[in-house]
């Protein structure tokens, strides 16, 4: 047998297979080294086996087993080591010295865990054959009573204990007692049922999981997009504004160098004319000199007169272009760039934040909802504020409308609704439904009821509980609604959230989708619902 070939290929010192096997003289077996080690440990020239202890005189030279060798690798190669040293999940064998092998049997009667080996006794020698053999089991001490020495086959129902038979006839008498089998029959039937649950539940977390996960590579993309695209024209817009300060620059200098131009002539005419003037100045001061009447008037006559004044007063007039009204022009334009950049950096920090936790945080986002009175079913009574609505229970003979619902007590909010918005609704009576829609949504048939078709979403409401709808399928959501119903939508962002409203904010159901169209609120109506009128 496998167990019996391991335990003589084992070294009885290091507890191991063999590793380079010699053979004493007494036939006992062990590894080269160990033996040698043992040897060299022990007292000076006394040289014993560590089995039977027989004493060698001298030192046994030791040569190699290589019978044993062989079987060693064999043995290996099988696998047959691994099956048989037990590991730690393993029940070892009671019985085994050194290293244990893995447990074959265990003895209720014993208490004791046995080998493939150690377990021949219980096999075959007839006093065993009473002894009842179970798998191995770490556990026998649960199994035997610890007052009667009598392995527990009974259950007792009233106080939820394994006990045995002689429990049941004292300290459990007139208490409903069944066989521990029977027990654990219907026992087993529970824990079916419970592993279906969990197994239901489990499958249910992971299509959760799995659309998280979808979520989460969504997210990831369409932010990935968002500043891709974001970054590209922000891009754009640096590059036009950059050419436009370029293109305005050039202007100005260009400008400013015509105006040079002109300047640095005006200039070196002035010049010119100064140098005239100051020669003709030199020679009329050195005529005012001249005693005599005579030369001094000879003089004159040969003096050429003073040119006409050839530079018009415009000429010295500031340039036609105005330097400060071309930057009052960029400023003003700056400052207006930075109101419409502010006013838009606004729009998208209130589009990324995240959503609302607070009932006050949600109320932030609150619209003001009335009723479309040309949607609402005939049998529907609106009061004159369109807030609340009321289901009559027979015809009001309100004029035909196209857009008025025919086969379900349900109206639309007037507005559409687009952006992030709040609103709650308090409903009466048996039932009550909260929904959005698209404004195209059928008037009439089955599929115009909300959350019938892929063109509505709604969340239907009674004293025992509620439901969400959507294109056909219903989901039903845990949570008690109270009569207050809160809903929050995300229209960029695809969500949809529907809160049950008293003293806190508990979430029903929440949806992730994408919306192509702006939406209407709408109420199916049981008995009464009213839009109510929130404060910021």
Same mark, same amino acid.
């Given at each position: 047998?496998?167990?019996?070939?391991?335990?003589?290929?084992?070294?009885?010192?290091?507890?191991?297979?063999?590793?380079?096997?010699?053979?004493?003289?007494?036939?006992?077996?062990?590894?080269?080294?160990?033996?040698?080690?043992? @040897? =060299?440990?022990?007292?000076?020239?006394?040289?014993?086996?560590?089995?039977?202890? +027989? &004493?060698?005189?001298?030192?046994?030279?030791?040569?190699?087993?290589?019978?044993?060798?062989?079987?060693?690798? +064999?043995?290996?190669?099988?696998?047959?080591?691994?099956?048989?040293?037990?590991?730690?999940?393993?029940?070892?064998?009671?019985?085994?010295?050194?290293?244990?092998? !893995?447990?074959?049997?265990?003895?209720?009667?014993?208490?004791?865990?046995?080998?493939?080996?150690?377990?021949?006794?219980?096999?075959?020698?007839?006093?065993?054959? /009473?002894? /009842?053999?179970?798998?191995?089991?770490?556990?026998?001490?649960?199994?035997?009573?610890?007052?009667? =020495?009598?392995?527990?086959?009974?259950?007792?129902?009233?106080?939820?204990?394994?006990?045995?038979?002689?429990?049941?006839?004292?300290?459990?008498?007139?208490?409903?007692?069944?066989?521990?089998?029977?027990?654990?029959?219907?026992?087993?039937?529970?824990?079916? +049922?419970? !592993?279906? /649950?969990?197994?239901?539940?489990?499958?249910? %977390?992971?299509?959760?999981?799995?659309?998280?996960?979808?979520?989460?590579?969504?997210?990831?993309?369409?932010?990935? *997009?968002?500043?891709?695209?974001?970054?590209? &024209?922000?891009?754009?817009?640096?590059?036009?504004?950059? /050419?436009?300060? #370029?293109?305005?620059?050039?202007?100005? %200098?260009?400008?400013?160098?015509?105006?040079?131009?002109?300047?640095?002539?005006?200039?070196?005419?002035?010049?010119?004319?100064?140098?005239?003037?100051?020669?003709? =100045?030199?020679?009329? +001061?050195?005529?005012?000199?001249?005693?005599?009447?005579?030369?001094?008037?000879?003089?004159? #006559?040969?003096?050429?007169?003073?040119?006409?004044?050839?530079? #018009?007063?415009?000429?010295?007039?500031?340039?036609?272009?105005?330097?400060?009204?071309?930057?009052?022009?960029?400023?003003?334009?700056?400052?207006?760039?930075?109101?419409?950049?502010?006013?838009?950096?606004?729009?998208? $920090?209130?589009?990324?934040?995240?959503?609302? *936790?607070?009932?006050?945080?949600?109320? %932030?986002?609150?619209?003001?909802?009335?009723?479309?009175?040309?949607?609402?079913?005939?049998?529907? *009574?609106? $009061?004159?504020? !369109?807030?609340?609505? &009321?289901?009559?229970?027979? =015809?009001?003979?309100?004029?035909?409308?196209?857009? !008025?619902?025919?086969?379900?007590?349900?109206?639309?909010?007037?507005?559409?609704?687009?952006?992030?918005?709040? @609103?709650?609704?308090?409903?009466?009576?048996?039932?009550?439904?909260?929904?959005?829609?698209?404004?195209?949504?059928?008037?009439?048939?089955?599929?115009? #009821?909300?959350?019938?078709?892929?063109?509505?979403?709604?969340?239907?409401?009674?004293?025992?509980?509620?439901?969400? *709808?959507?294109?056909?399928?219903?989901?039903?959501?845990?949570?008690?609604?109270?009569?207050?119903?809160?809903?929050?939508?995300?229209?960029?962002?695809?969500?949809? $959230?529907?809160?049950?409203?008293?003293?806190?904010?508990?979430?029903?159901?929440?949806?992730? &989708?994408?919306?192509?169209?702006?939406?209407?609120?709408?109420?199916?109506?049981?008995?009464?619902?009213?839009?109510?009128?929130?404060?910021?």
């Amino acid at each position: 047998m496998e167990a019996n070939r391991v335990e003589v290929l084992t070294c009885s010192i290091c507890l191991d297979l063999l590793k380079d096997p010699v053979s004493l003289l007494c036939g006992h077996n062990y590894c080269k080294a160990c033996i040698e080690g043992f @040897w =060299d440990s022990g007292e000076e020239n006394i040289y014993r086996c560590p089995q039977c202890r +027989q &004493t060698f005189t001298p030192r046994p030279l030791l040569q190699k087993n290589t019978v044993l060798a062989e079987l060693v690798e +064999q043995l290996k190669e099988t696998g047959a080591v691994d099956l048989c040293y037990a590991g730690p999940e393993d029940v070892a064998c009671d019985v085994c010295t050194g290293r244990k092998l !893995r447990a074959l049997k265990s003895c209720l009667m014993c208490l004791v865990s046995y080998c493939e080996q150690h377990i021949q006794p219980h096999l075959e020698a007839p006093a065993f054959r /009473r002894h /009842r053999l179970i798998h191995p089991s770490k556990q026998l001490q649960e199994i035997i009573c610890p007052q009667h =020495d009598e392995e527990k086959k009974m259950f007792c129902r009233n106080d939820q204990q394994v006990i045995c038979h002689l429990c049941a006839e004292d300290q459990h008498k007139d208490h409903h007692i069944v066989s521990a089998t029977a027990e654990r029959r219907e026992r087993e039937k529970e824990v079916d +049922q419970s !592993r279906g /649950r969990i197994q239901r539940r489990i499958q249910k %977390r992971e299509e959760e999981l799995k659309l998280l996960q979808q979520e989460e590579e969504h997210i990831t993309i369409s932010a990935d *997009k968002a500043v891709k695209d974001s970054q590209k &024209t922000l891009n754009k817009l640096i590059q036009k504004l950059q /050419r436009m300060i #370029s293109d305005e620059k050039q202007q100005i %200098r260009s400008q400013q160098q015509r105006e040079m131009v002109r300047v640095r002539g005006l200039q070196q005419q002035l010049k010119q004319e100064i140098t005239e003037l100051k020669k003709k =100045d030199a020679e009329l +001061q050195q005529l005012s000199l001249i005693d005599s009447h005579t030369v001094f008037l000879q003089n004159l #006559s040969s003096l050429s007169e003073v040119s006409e004044d050839t530079l #018009s007063s415009s000429s010295h007039a500031p340039p036609q272009v105005c330097y400060e009204e071309v930057a009052a022009a960029v400023s003003a334009s700056r400052a207006r760039l930075q109101d419409l950049l502010r006013d838009t950096w606004s729009n998208i $920090s209130l589009m990324l934040a995240p959503e609302p *936790k607070t009932r006050d945080e949600f109320l %932030r986002y609150s619209v003001d909802i009335t009723m479309d009175p040309n949607t609402a079913h005939a049998e529907l *009574k609106l $009061s004159e504020g !369109r807030r609340k609505v &009321t289901d009559m229970g027979k =015809d009001q003979a309100p004029p035909h409308d196209p857009a !008025r619902f025919t086969d379900y007590p349900q109206v639309l909010s007037k507005g559409t609704l687009t952006g992030r918005c709040y @609103w709650e609704v308090e409903w009466t009576g048996y039932t009550g439904e909260v929904a959005v829609s698209y404004k195209d949504i059928s008037r009439s048939g089955r599929e115009c #009821s909300f959350g019938r078709n892929h063109q509505s979403w709604s969340l239907s409401c009674n004293n025992s509980g509620c439901s969400f *709808k959507h294109n056909r399928v219903t989901t039903e959501v845990s949570g008690a609604p109270s009569s207050t119903v809160g809903v929050y939508l995300d229209h960029p962002a695809g969500l949809l $959230s529907f809160y049950s409203v008293s003293d806190t904010m508990t979430l029903l159901h929440r949806v992730q &989708t994408s919306f192509t169209q702006p939406l209407h609120a709408g109420v199916y109506v049981g008995s009464t619902c009213e839009f109510l009128k929130l404060k910021h």
